[in-house]
């Protein structure tokens, strides 16, 4: 059996009466021709729309479509050569916690680089076509150029640009395969503010770093503090560095420390309000405190401290305050004061001495000479010897009473064995270097003579000409023909120094030494 046709769902006509005999079947409208304008060189195109028939109508459609495919994949062909390479080299278009290999970092630097390279040659095309547009209009309405802004027209039609909605979209994509890596959320968030202006697209790539993918990351959440200081929110970037160092793995961590006590020094020179900086500082310094195995922690953050202090606040009661939250603790037998300790023990100490130098008087430095001369049980012989040699000068350069100098000199060797004395009496001989034997049978006069000549020969001889009236004999007899031994430093309390002149010509001593161990330009040790 054959199954009934379906029921016609288009409803028939209904027949309307009519009273003057028109016909009953209600008239249909009647489909317009559209208007096309072409370019296209044949007959049909150049006719009236109007004179064309069906066939051609859908002809010129035919075509104008065509010309459109054809266009658009010309493009993506020569887009896809293009990007051929980059995407061969992405091994990993997903997510996943192991890291990356470098060569796919590189590769999405590379992809990134040509994409902005492309958007940049699009915005100078476009540039220049607005800037003839914008010449003609000039020269047509003057008054209606006054009103248009053709940055703004330019930088609108940018943001439906395919070259600038690619590169966002592959930045994207970038992020899905290297969501772990700093380096690409910074490097997109700089685009975004630094390239297209867009200073709320910036905000809130850099906010979905630190709040989803990188909550822990110093670097990234640093960056966000800069970001919100530069454009004034300083209590938004304040609050994201309390957040940092309210953080379980980032509390104590000196780089997060530094940095949000250099926001706050900033804040405090456009205020002239020191008092947040200071209460930030003594917080970190009790944290501290508590437990003996930060000790090199605790310094660093005293020495900031104390330079903050001041250099930045000109407070010399506050700095020495700062010095004396740990000086009052190192005493012998504190936990604190042990031989492993003594490198920073010396770095301390030798800061404060210099800091208290430059704002008090003799009596001030001595104590803290003698107090730090009290650690001498955990001392090596070579930094007491150091510390003696920086008291009898400092004595000798700021004492009053030759009484003073005497006595510390006569402390001085007392503990210093007289050898040592005489090695560095010896080693200040002759521009550093101990006398020749044959040096040491001529008379005092002639030795003299012998040593002021020898300190001629340190000099390198010039280049070029002669300046000399009496030719290379004369040179010879200064000595500038003579290959002479390096100065010997270590004799001098200063292990080490030097080496890294190795390979330079030596140069021309003082004509007096003097001070044997003293340092030239500050004290060793200094922060």
Request: with cysteine; proline share 8%.
């Amino acid at each position: 059996s054959t199954p009934a046709p379906l029921p016609n769902p288009t409803p028939t006509p209904t027949p309307t009466p009519s009273s003057e005999g028109e016909s009953s079947e209600t008239p249909q409208p009647s489909t317009p021709v559209p208007s096309i304008t072409t370019t296209d060189d044949n007959s049909d195109d150049l006719a009236d729309p109007s004179s064309l028939t069906v066939q051609q109508i859908e002809t010129r459609f035919r075509r104008k479509i065509m010309s459109v495919r054809e266009t658009t994949f010309q493009r993506t062909k020569t887009q896809r050569a293009e990007r051929y390479q980059f995407e061969t080299k992405i091994s990993r278009p997903y997510f996943h916690v192991a890291p990356l290999d470098p060569s796919d970092i590189a590769n999405w630097h590379n992809y990134l680089d040509f994409a902005e390279q492309k958007l940049k040659k699009f915005r100078e095309t476009k540039a220049e076509e607005n800037k003839d547009e914008q010449a003609e209009m000039q020269d047509n309405d003057v008054e209606s150029s006054l009103n248009t802004n053709a940055l703004w027209v330019m930088l609108e039609h940018d943001k439906s640009s395919p070259e600038l909605r690619d590169l966002i979209k592959l930045y994207e994509r970038c992020l899905v395969t290297a969501a772990n890596y700093p380096e690409f959320w910074e490097r997109y968030s700089q685009f975004m503010e630094k390239n297209e202006k867009d200073v709320a697209a910036a905000r809130q790539i850099i906010h979905r770093a630190t709040t989803m993918f990188l909550k822990s990351n110093i670097e990234v959440l640093l960056s966000f503090a800069n970001f919100e200081e530069r454009y004034g929110q300083y209590d938004r970037a304040n609050q994201i560095y309390l957040i940092t160092s309210n953080h379980k793995t980032l509390a104590r961590l000196l780089e997060v420390i530094i940095a949000h006590a250099n926001f706050l020094r900033r804040q405090a020179e456009r205020s002239n309000n020191f008092e947040a900086a200071y209460s930030f500082y003594n917080s970190q310094i009790e944290a501290f405190k508590e437990s003996p195995d930060d000790f090199k922690s605790l310094v660093f953050v005293i020495l900031h401290y104390a330079r903050f202090a001041g250099r930045v606040a000109c407070d010399a009661n506050k700095a020495r305050e700062a010095y004396e939250v740990l000086a009052s603790l190192l005493v012998p037998g504190h936990a604190y004061v042990t031989s492993d300790n003594t490198q920073t023990l010396a770095v301390f100490w030798f800061s404060y001495i210099e800091a208290e130098s430059n704002h008090s008087g003799v009596e001030a430095v001595s104590t803290l000479f003698d107090r730090f001369l009290q650690l001498e049980s955990i001392l090596s012989e070579e930094l007491k010897q150091l510390i003696w040699e920086q008291y009898v000068n400092f004595m000798e350069d700021r004492a009053k009473s030759l009484a003073d100098i005497e006595s510390v000199k006569v402390r001085y060797h007392a503990v210093v064995p007289s050898a040592r004395a005489s090695k560095k009496r010896k080693a200040t001989t002759s521009a550093g270097r101990p006398p020749s034997p044959k040096a040491r049978k001529l008379p005092p006069p002639q030795v003299a003579a012998a040593n002021r000549r020898s300190s001629y020969s340190a000099v390198p001889p010039p280049s070029g000409p002669s300046h000399y009236p009496y030719g290379s004999e004369s040179q010879s007899h200064y000595g500038y023909d003579q290959q002479q031994p390096p100065v010997d430093y270590a004799a001098y309390g200063y292990p080490g120094y030097g080496q890294q002149y190795q390979g330079y010509p030596p140069a021309q001593p003082a004509a007096q030494q003097g001070y044997g161990g003293y340092p030239q330009g500050g004290y060793p040790y200094s922060y």
